[in-house]
């Protein structure tokens, strides 16, 4: 079996305790991609140690000198797209064509951090005084420590890590412990393209392990995760009590309302896209339907249909519309949602079991799952399942329609299916979510915009786009006086004052 390292220090290292963990292709039990370190405190000891003397190098380097380093880890991408597509289906599970394009997010947040080596404003603006200057600029931080989930192996990494590079800082990377490899690539290429070896760390492992042993570090100032909101809170926890700065992408319940005058086609295609792609495992997944009455029974209908013809099998076969879920235990909680709606007294219309078939019981396949005739407020529509399970509500208001949609604790993604304009803006206006979609379905970022959500879905800060960047730098301001006399701020010259 293919043993894999860590990459602390400037080299590829096994772990300091000796111990692995295996890592099986979630649509074929027997595949077996290899061992990877079980990483511990005594590891991540090393890399914090090496990750600050590697940070001392790369803050020194011009931003344009490190947008290129981006530049060239986004041809590197391009070269290997389809190897890394293919292993990261193999360990994970969705189709092939999700994974490029995954792998095209990571080329694409490469490609923007690169340009963005030659911007990285500041502000020049007027002082108060004469014969002054005010202006901020933005510094590195240091050590910024990297948790992901196992969804998108490559996108989520490359969101955190190439911004928080470009600006400067070193990095501490513990991939999920379900998507090793496509780490292990990932780093491999940044090393390939450039960057100075110690600014990179790779530590894999658990998170109750490693992940908490690089939360709790205090030679790591900065930490992002991406994960579920429990073990957010958990992170968060740690890094309030040692003040550390923290961006938190967590869960999501994200609905789809489809209004009478929309083009039902297109709604279908996109409930269709977004519940069941990556078997319903992304954060941005619909996992709602809000269907008003007047077309609630023909798309429903036609929904159950095409849902029940989606083939279920290995993403790397052609043909395959479903993958497997990811493990094991992710199987088991969509099967317990499964017994809660039923307990609520929700329809199940489709699916809501493991399927039977050639091959299906030798990897983690679940039938793509509607419950009609879901209230507002029942644990199944409230509750983020993060699995193929669609929960079907009607409505007759947009305000109505509006209140379904506010009315759960997270905020991540919405979409609204109508022609009429002014549900339009209304929704964009009303949805309490970091992301509304008008006509189009609740997953499908871009890289060069803002991501993130509100309420118990983040903390406030977004990845992507521009924003980021103010996450992975420090503000300083410097005032430069050449008068040659002492100028009082809010003392002399002061503004407003009465002749
Ligand atoms: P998870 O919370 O189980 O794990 C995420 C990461 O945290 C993994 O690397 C894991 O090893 C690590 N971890 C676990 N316990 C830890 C601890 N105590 N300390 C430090 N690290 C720890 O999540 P998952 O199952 O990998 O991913 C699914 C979740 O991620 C869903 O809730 C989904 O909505 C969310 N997600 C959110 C976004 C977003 O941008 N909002 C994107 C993708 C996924």
């Known amino acids: ?59 020194a380097t011009p931003a344009p000198a490190r947008g290129d380093v981006m530049r060239r880890i986004g041809d590197l991408m391009v070269k290997r797209k389809d190897e890394i597509a293919d292993l990261m289906t193999r360990e994970m599970g969705k189709p092939l064509t999700e994974t490029r394009g995954d792998v095209q997010e990571g ?52 969101w955190k890590m190439f911004p928080a590079l470009l600006c400067g800082n070193a990095c501490i990377f513990k991939p999920a412990e379900d998507v090793p490899e496509t780490g292990h690539v990932l780093v491999e290429i940044m090393l390939e393209a450039g960057l100075p070896p110690e600014v990179i760390q790779l530590v894999h492992g658990l998170g109750e392990s490693a992940g908490a042993a690089i939360v709790n570090h205090p030679g790591i100032p900065v930490i992002s995760f991406t994960g579920s909101t ?7 926890e740690v890094c309030g009590r040692m003040h550390k700065r923290l961006s938190l992408e967590m869960g999501g319940k994200n609905a789809q309302i489809v209004f009478n005058d929309a083009d039902l086609d297109l709604a279908l295609e996109g409930v269709l896209w977004g519940a069941f792609g990556t078997t319903g495992q992304r954060c941005t997944a ?54 809660i709606g039923q307990g609520e007294n929700a329809d199940l219309v489709c699916g809501g079991r493991r399927p039977s078939g050639k091959g299906m019981d030798n990897g ?40 379904i949609n506010n009315d759960v604790k997270y905020g991540l993604s919405s979409s609204v299916y109508t022609k009429d304009v002014n549900v339009s803006m209304r ?18 970022a871009e890289a060069h915009l803002p991501f993130g959500g509100v309420k118990q879905t983040g903390n406030g800060h977004r990845e992507g786009g521009w924003e980021v960047y103010d996450f992975y730098s420090e503000t300083k301001v410097g005032y430069l006086d050449f008068s040659g006399a002492l100028q009082r701020a809010q003392i002399d010259n002061y503004l407003g004052t009465p002749d």
């Open 230 to 236: 429990e073990t957010g809170r958990i992170v968060g």
């Open 286 to 339: 619909t996992s709602r339907l809000v269907l008003q009455d007047g077309i609630h029974d023909e798309l429903l209908s036609r929904l159950i249909d095409r849902a029940r013809a989606l083939k279920l099998g290995d993403g790397r076969k052609k043909g395959t519309d479903v993958g497997p879920m990811i493990n094991e235990a992710a199987v088991k909680k969509v099967e317990r949602y499964v017994d």
């Open 364 to 403: 983690y396949f679940f039938e793509p799952t509607i419950f009609a005739r879901v209230q507002a407020g029942m644990r199944l529509e409230q509750e983020e399942i993060f699995g193929p399970v669609l929960s079907v509500l009607r409505f007759r208001t947009t305000d109505e329609a509006f209140a």
């Open 107 to 158: 080329i694409d947040t490469a490609y923007y951090a690169a340009t963005e080596g030659r911007r990285l404003f500041g502000h020049t603006v007027p002082s108060e005084m004469k014969n002054k200057w005010a202006m901020s600029f933005r510094r590195p931080i240091g050590v910024a420590g990297i948790i992901t989930p196992f969804n998108f192996p490559m996108a989520i990494p490359t």
């Open 427 to 444: 929704a964009m206006n009303e949805l309490d979510n970091g992301i509304t979609y008008i006509n189009a379905p609740t997953i499908g």
């Open 1 to 59: 079996m293919k043993s894999f390292k860590n990459f602390i220090g400037g080299n590829w290292v096994p772990p300091i305790g000796g111990e692995y963990f295996e890592n099986v292709n979630p649509a074929d039990l027997s595949d077996t991609i290899g061992r990877f370190p079980m990483s511990g405190s005594a590891d991540v000891e090393l890399a914090v140690a090496s990750a600050q003397r590697g940070f001392e190098v790369w803050r």
